[in-house]
Each structure stands twice: as C-alpha cells, then as structure tokens.
C-alpha cells in the first residue's frame, strides 16, 4: 500500500471511461501492496463530481476482517460509500442535492455572533420606507396597542382608524399622532387602562409603565390589518381624472354649507326683497342628508313640516348636553310625552345636530380644557349620542 499519492491527470472523456469501465468492477476496490487505484478514483472524483459546486467527495480507506478496500467519502453529508452503485445512487439523490444546495447560500453572518435576547421594542426595519408602520417602528416615542388599528383604503387614500378609541378613517398622520400622544384621555392611557386596569396617575408614572410594557410586547410586528376589501365598491373606486381624492365630495360639502347665501334661493324666498333680511337657515337649507347616521325609528312630523338642522360646530358639545338632560327633568317629560310632534322634532334635531358635530369633530381633531385637561370632543359627542338614544324611554311610556 503506497504511503504517498499522486494525482492524475486526467481529461474528462478518460475519466469517465475509467468511471464506467474500471470502477464499476468491485475488484477495483480492493488493495494490496500491489494493487491501489486510490489515486485513480480521487483523479475521476475531482474531474467529473468535485468540479460541480457545492460537492465535496474523498478516497479513503476501509479495514475490516476481509482486508483493505477503497471508499468514497461525501464530506457535506457525512457518508461513507464503500462501491459504485451506492455511490451513484447517492450522487443523483434528493438528499445530497439539497445538502449540496445549501452549501452554494451564503450563510448568515450574524449567525457566527452570540445570539443575546433583544427588547421587544427595538426598530426592525423591516416596513416600506414612510408608511404609518415604518414611522411606529422607528419613533422613541411611546406607542401601544397597535393590535387596535386597522386599514381602510377609499377612494384611492389610504385611511385608519382606532376601534379603541373610536377614531375614525384619518390619515397616517393624523394616526401616528394619536398613537404617540400622552397624558390623560390618550391612546397609550387608555390601553393601560383597559387592559391593565392602570389609571389616574401622573404624567411621569404613566410613561414609566407604558415603557415597560412595550419592551414586553413591542410597538409593531406585522403590517397593520387591512380591511379594504370589506368596503362597498362605491368608497374604494379611484377619485375621477383631474379631481384630487377628496375634491369632489368636498366641493359638494362647501356647496351645501354656503346653500343658503346663493341668490337663487334668496330670490325664491317670498319674504326676500332688496332691503329684507338674508333667509334663515330653516328656510334655506336642504333636507336631511342621507348619509348622516339614522337615529332609531320616530313619529312621522306633521305633513306640512320642514325641518333642518344647522350649527356652529367650533362650540363645545356641553349646551347640546344640557338641553338633553333637561328633557330627563319631570315636568319636561310629561310636557313632551303628551305632544307627539314635538317629541319627534326634538328628537330629530337632536340626533342630527350630534351626528353633525361628531363628524366635524372627527375629522378635525378638535379638543378642549377643563382644569389644565385636554378633552378630545369627539368622545364628548359620543356620550351625548348616549343620551339621545336613552331619550326612546319617552316613547316606550307613552305607549309609541
């Protein structure tokens, strides 16, 4: 047996006629001190199968009772092949090409490091560059429960809203600043509140909490749900060609604010001359739109009725307020559940004036203080549809 090998040089049409004639043989095998092909089969390996990335094949030999005879060793699967058919049957294998597979992907550099446990919290950096995902993961600010927020893409804009606290279809912006507010009423206040029955602390301790939450459940871990799909056809179609999202419904909006001003309607009105004063809203306004919320089922108002509804919706929701809980007065009730038309009008008026002002509320984000506090409005118009509702208890003890 020589104690020093050589390799050969082979070209590949010599290599493969040793490979089909000479080691297809299981004499080739052996080995003696006369006899050891160990170099010729290491020559026919590095030529036909080691070339082909990924494989890694080596000659060896194997002692046992019988004598000294070659084998094939494959290094990536750790596999001794001890002739030829084993050999072949491996080479062409689904095993080893997968393993061969791997061999030619890169491997993970950070694998190479100690793996550490990291926060929650920590960017990812895995979201499309600008979205409302991205600016969450990127912001040191505060921001819990994400799981709240869903995806609404209409009329070619996409829209969010919060179901934890009744936010409704804004923009991304609009969103990442209600998420990272702070202080009492906030996003971040309300979720501790609601799930963790935490409340009524300072500013500081609330923060304090909030941040050890978030390092045990993170900011945000997927893409945030998008409910689309669920919308009717009419709020996902594109805006026409020409016309920015929002212009048209915004053009109808502003026309039907400034309704009352135009001429036609001035010189229609049967009390309006040159010197007499401009209409008043009831007379001048357009019927109930349909889109506003329905208030729940009322008397039909007189035949010869017309009512509308306008306000100034930079007022705090506090007078509506106080007029509904007036009508849960005794006297006020009895008044009003002996008069069926006047029931149904303030009820009417009521729920519209409210439907109004929540949408203005909404959109707009307006607030205001009481004792150093910022209230948003639109939860205040929320509680007074509360009451209106409540107001049904008039016509159920009337018997309607």
């Given at each position: 047996?020589?104690s020093?090998h050589?390799?050969?040089?082979?070209?590949?049409?010599?290599a493969?006629e040793?490979l089909?004639?000479?080691?297809?043989?299981?004499?080739f095998?052996a080995?003696?001190?006369?006899?050891?092909?160990?170099?010729?089969?290491q020559s026919?390996?590095?030529?036909?199968?080691n070339?082909?990335?990924?494989n890694?094949?080596?000659?060896?030999?194997?002692?046992?009772?019988?004598?000294?005879r070659?084998?094939?060793?494959?290094?990536?699967?750790?596999?001794?092949?001890?002739?030829?058919?084993?050999?072949?049957t491996?080479?062409?294998?689904?095993?080893?090409?997968?393993v061969?597979?791997?061999?030619l992907?890169?491997?993970?550099?950070?694998?190479?490091?100690?793996?550490e446990?990291?926060?929650?919290?920590?960017?990812?950096?895995?979201?499309?560059?600008?979205?409302?995902?991205?600016?969450?993961d990127?912001?040191?600010?505060?921001?819990?429960?994400?799981q709240f927020?869903?995806?609404?893409?209409?009329?070619?804009?996409?829209?969010?809203?919060?179901q934890?606290?009744r936010l409704?279809?804004?923009?991304?912006?609009?969103m990442?600043?209600?998420?990272?507010?702070?202080?009492?009423?906030?996003?971040?206040?309300?979720y501790?509140?609601?799930?963790?029955?935490?409340?009524?602390?300072?500013r500081?301790e609330?923060?304090?909490?909030?941040?050890?939450?978030?390092?045990?459940?993170?900011?945000?871990h997927?893409?945030?749900?998008?409910?689309?799909?669920?919308?009717?056809?009419?709020?996902?179609?594109?805006?026409?060609k020409?016309?920015?999202?929002?212009a048209?419904?915004?053009?109808?909006?502003?026309?039907?604010?400034?309704?009352?001003h135009?001429?036609?309607?001035?010189s229609?009105?049967p009390?309006s001359s040159?010197?007499?004063?401009?209409?008043?809203?009831?007379?001048?306004?357009p019927?109930?739109?349909?889109?506003?919320?329905?208030?729940p089922?009322v008397p039909?108002?007189p035949?010869?009725?017309?009512?509308?509804?306008?306000?100034?919706?930079s007022?705090?929701?506090?007078?509506?307020?106080?007029?509904?809980?007036?009508?849960q007065e005794?006297?006020?009730?009895?008044?009003?559940?002996e008069d069926?038309?006047?029931?149904?009008?303030?009820?009417?008026?009521?729920?519209?004036?409210?439907?109004?002002m929540?949408?203005?509320?909404?959109?707009s984000?307006?607030?205001?203080?009481?004792?150093n506090?910022r209230?948003?409005?639109?939860?205040?118009?929320?509680k007074?549809?509360?009451?209106?509702?409540?107001?049904?208890?008039?016509?159920?003890?009337?018997?309607?």
């Open positions: 047996m020589s020093r050589k390799y050969l040089k082979l070209s590949e049409d010599e493969r040793i089909e004639e000479e080691v297809r043989d299981k004499d095998w080995v003696d001190d006369t006899y050891d092909n160990y170099d010729k089969l026919v390996l590095d030529v036909l199968f070339t082909l990335e990924g890694r094949y080596k000659v060896a030999y194997q002692e046992n009772q019988n004598g000294t070659l084998q094939i060793q494959c290094l990536i699967c750790s596999k001794d092949l001890t002739s030829y058919d084993p050999f072949i491996h080479e062409n294998g689904k095993n080893h090409k997968k061969r597979q791997q061999q992907v890169p491997q993970d550099p950070n694998l190479a490091r100690k793996l446990l990291r926060k929650h919290n920590e960017p990812r950096e895995i979201f499309p560059t600008g979205s409302l995902e991205d600016q969450i990127s912001t040191p600010l505060l921001v819990l429960g994400i927020v869903y995806k609404e893409v209409i009329r070619g804009q996409d829209t969010y809203s919060c934890l606290c409704s279809q804004v923009s991304s912006s609009r990442f600043s209600h998420l990272t507010s702070d202080g009492h009423g906030s996003h971040n206040a309300k501790l509140e609601v799930k963790y029955g935490f409340m009524k602390k300072s500081a609330t923060e304090q909490y909030g941040r050890s939450v978030e390092e045990r459940e993170g900011k945000v997927t893409l945030i749900v998008d409910f689309t799909k669920q919308l009717p056809p009419d709020m996902t179609a594109e805006p026409l020409g016309m920015s999202p929002g048209r419904s915004h053009s109808k909006s502003h026309s039907k604010s400034r309704g009352h135009s001429p036609a309607r001035r229609s009105s009390m040159d010197n007499s004063r401009s209409p008043s809203p009831w007379e001048s306004r019927s109930l739109h349909t889109s506003l919320p329905q208030p089922p039909p108002p035949i010869t009725a017309s009512v509308a509804v306008t306000a100034d919706l007022e705090f929701p506090r007078p509506i307020l106080k007029e509904v809980k007036i009508l005794v006297e006020c009730k009895e008044t009003v559940q069926t038309d006047m029931q149904g009008l303030l009820f009417q008026t009521l729920w519209v004036l409210n439907s109004k929540l949408r203005y509320y909404q959109r984000g307006a607030f205001y203080m009481d004792s506090v209230h948003r409005l639109d939860g205040s118009a929320m007074i549809e509360q009451y209106i509702t409540r107001l049904d208890i008039l016509k159920e003890e009337n018997g309607n």
